[in-house]
Nanobody, 128 residues
Framework: QVQLVESGGGLVQAGGSLRLSCAASGRTFSRYAMGWFRQASGKGREFVAAISWNGYSAYYRDSVKGRFTISRDNAKNTVYLQMNSLKPEDTAVYYC?????????????????????WGQGTQVTVSS
């Protein structure tokens, strides 16, 4: 199976930045588009960003556009989420996930049902 391990979470003041990393291992990982989701306490898991494995396309939820950037390094089998101008409402456990497809488009990027493998999550806390 594909194993995903997130890192880079922590405590940051509002307006600060963090970069999350998701390191992948396992066969045929390059076939998967990747996504980031987050889950705040007492709420459901929500889509944050997604990227095709070749980096040709990326998608973001409206509330993070202009602040977050998803990227990948194929040589390192790693996907990143650069988070700038963080807000308290960004506080959540952040999960990386591998899509069923190499490329995701339309609805195939945005639902938890579109992703086959999941990491354990990393906590991001933004204080005010």
């Amino acid at each position: 199976q594909v194993q995903l391990v997130e890192s880079g979470g922590g405590l940051v003041q509002a307006g600060g930045s963090l970069r999350l990393s998701c390191a992948a291992s396992g066969r045929t990982f390059s076939r998967y588009a990747m996504g980031w989701f987050r889950q705040a306490s007492g709420k459901g898991r929500e889509f944050v960003a997604a990227i095709s494995w070749n980096g040709y396309s990326a998608y973001y939820r409206d509330s993070v556009k202009g602040r977050f950037t998803i990227s990948r390094d194929n040589a390192k089998n790693t996907v990143y989420l650069q988070m700038n101008s963080l807000k308290p409402e960004d506080t959540a456990v952040y999960y990386c996930a591998a899509n069923f497809r190499e490329y995701c488009s339309g609805d195939g990027c945005f639902s938890t049902d579109d992703y086959r493998y999941w990491g354990q999550g990393t906590q991001v806390t933004v204080s005010s």
